[in-house]
């Protein structure tokens, strides 16, 4: 009869707790949009962050899919430019 043990190198004990690094990111772009908001004037911040709001509020009304193909369809073309 065979009494090996062939589940010997299964490991049962939790991973050790690392930061995420998609939060990591958010938390990242948060602090520096904070850190933005008190140094430039809110005006011009107005202005830097209308094309990106634009582009996030277009991605949701396609979801993000469909924006995604788009966005890569439109970046092959501006490369062959």
Same mark, same amino acid.
């Given at each position: ?22 939060? +990591? ?5 948060? +602090? ?50």
């Amino acid at each position: 009869m065979d009494k090996s043990n062939h589940f010997h190198n299964l490991r049962f004990e939790r991973q050790a707790w690392f930061l995420n690094p998609r939060l +990591a990111v958010v938390a990242i772009s948060l +602090a520096v949009f904070s850190l933005a908001w008190f140094i430039i004037p809110s005006t011009f911040l107005f202005f830097l962050l209308l094309l990106p709001i634009a582009g996030v509020v277009w991605a949701a009304s396609y979801g993000w899919r469909h924006a995604l193909t788009i966005l890569v369809g439109w970046l092959h073309r501006l490369e062959k430019l």
